[in-house]
Every structure is written in C-alpha cells, then in structure tokens.
C-alpha cells in the first residue's frame, strides 16, 4: 500500500493546523482532533484498501502480429469485491511494442467487468511475451493505492508483414490476366 496525493494533502492540512496551533495555544485541541480523526480515517481505508480484492484480469490476444500493424488486444476486468473500484491498468506489453492508449483508467463496479481494447503496434519478429497486467487499486476512500499483478503470461508470434507482397503478386497476376 502506497499513499497518495489526497493523504498526503490530508497531513499536509493537519500539519498546518499544527503550525496555528503553535502560535495560538487555543487551537492545539483542534490540531489533537483533527490529527485523531485523520488518523482513524487514514487507518479504516488502509485496512478497507488492504482487505479489497483485486480484479481478475483475463487477455485475448489475436493469433498473430505482422510486424508494424496495429492490431486490437482486449482486457477484461472482473470485479469480485462487493464493493466498486477504481483501477488504473497497464497491460505487460513487450519491448518491442508500442501502444499509446495504456494505461487504462476506470471505476467498475461491484460485481461487474470492464472491456477494455487498446491498439498494439510491434516492430520486431519473432516470439513476443505479454507479462501479466499491472494493476493499481484505490482504497475506497482514495488515501492509498495497492499494488498488483493480474493474469498470466501469453506468448505470441510476430511473423513480417506479407501483406503488401501479397496485394503485389495479386496485382502482377490481374494484370497478367489481362494481358491475354
């Protein structure tokens, strides 16, 4: 578990009452209260964030990648919590790969899913591994943020793209066809 902006504002808040505090002894009840009650609300949604399960993720890939062709990947993302969460997803994509729609960002309900389908573009041949996704997960409140893995490992084959080859021998024999 990690905190975020919204924890650190909250302390930064408590630490600036403690700052009036010390200047006006009136105030240091207020600085006592409001660090207790910051304290209790940090602590319930550690434990709630914690406690959260993380979303299921499974992946489809196409059966295969031509070199320097977008091609679509789809995500589904299971919630099995009783409870909605935000997650900010970036899937195992590898090196050779580009994709400029990750991460994906989104709310999912309780007991719902998310599809989520990002262009791919890879620019090397040969076997290509997709790392499982890496999930964050927000606390229920948003003070902190839990770091996860989801899905399994997938290989797949990036062969070059035959395709202009391909539209060329078909012209040739059109045109050959012609001729006759």
Same mark, same amino acid.
């Given at each position: 578990?990690?905190?975020?902006?919204?924890?650190?504002?909250?302390?930064?808040?408590?630490?600036?009452?403690?700052?009036?505090?010390?200047?006006?002894?009136?105030?240091?009840?207020?600085?006592?209260?409001?660090?207790?009650?910051?304290?209790?609300?940090?602590? /319930?949604?550690?434990?709630? &964030?914690?406690?959260?399960? +993380?979303?299921?993720? #499974?992946?489809?890939?196409? %059966? *295969?990648?031509?070199?320097?062709?977008?091609?679509?990947?789809?995500?589904?993302?299971?919630?099995?919590?009783?409870?909605?969460?935000? /997650?900010?997803?970036?899937? &195992?994509?590898?090196?050779? +790969?580009?994709?400029? #729609?990750?991460?994906?960002? %989104? *709310?999912?309900?309780?007991?719902?899913?998310?599809k989520v389908e990002y262009p791919v573009t890879i620019t090397k041949r040969g076997m290509r591994e997709f790392a499982p996704a890496h999930l964050r997960v927000f606390s229920p409140l948003?003070?902190?943020?839990?770091?996860?893995?989801?899905?399994?490992?997938?290989?797949?084959?990036?062969?070059?793209?035959?395709?202009?080859?391909?539209?060329?021998?078909?012209?040739?024999?059109?045109?050959?066809?012609?001729?006759?």
């Amino acid at each position: 578990m990690q905190p975020i902006i919204n924890t650190l504002l909250v302390t930064g808040c408590w630490a600036l009452l403690g700052f009036g505090a010390s200047l006006i002894p009136a105030m240091e009840m207020y600085w006592i209260w409001g660090g207790v009650l910051a304290f209790v609300f940090l602590l /319930v949604d550690f434990v709630a &964030g914690w406690l959260l399960v +993380a979303p299921e993720v #499974e992946r489809k890939l196409p %059966g *295969r990648f031509a070199i320097g062709v977008e091609q679509f990947v789809a995500l589904t993302l299971r919630n099995r919590a009783k409870l909605p969460v935000r /997650v900010l997803c970036y899937d &195992g994509i590898p090196e050779a +790969a580009v994709s400029e #729609e990750l991460p994906w960002r %989104g *709310r999912i309900r309780a007991g719902g899913y998310a599809k989520v389908e990002y262009p791919v573009t890879i620019t090397k041949r040969g076997m290509r591994e997709f790392a499982p996704a890496h999930l964050r997960v927000f606390s229920p409140l948003g003070f902190w943020i839990r770091k996860c893995r989801g899905g399994e490992l997938q290989t797949t084959r990036v062969y070059p793209n035959y395709e202009p080859v391909l539209r060329y021998a078909l012209l040739a024999m059109d045109n050959r066809a012609d001729q006759m």
